[in-house]
């Protein structure tokens, strides 16, 4: 189970941290990934992190914007970011997906297994 927090209203150019917290002993055998979605378009993939966090990719929209990281001894996945827009606006969900290799990872929604509920992220202009 995945509870992803840290969604709210902020204005354009702050920061915010989203959290996602997994339930169970086998989170550093999975890989993260983070995607949001908006009424009526697609989820968007935004960053995938390996299940040990030696490789982490972002979608080029949040390149240099957002980090990913990991903290695998309290089952966390994170999400900082900053200089947010409000085309951010959207619920934001964390994903996960158990591997057996250290070094996969996913940008398609489809792959992974497991979802949060979402957090909604609301930025104001």
Known sequence: QLQASGGGLVQAGDSLRLSCAASGRTFSSK???????VPGKEREFLATITS?????????????????????????????????????????????????SVYYSSLKADDYDYWGQGTLVTVSS
């Open 31 to 37: 890989v993260m990934g983070w995607f949001r979605q």
């Open 52 to 100: 040990s966090g030696v490789r982490i990719s972002y979608a080029d929209s949040v390149k240099g914007r957002f980090t990913c990281s990991r903290d695998n001894a309290k089952n966390t996945v994170y999400l900082h970011m900053n200089s947010l827009k409000p085309e951010d606006t959207a619920v934001y969900y964390c994903a996960a997906k158990t591997v057996s």
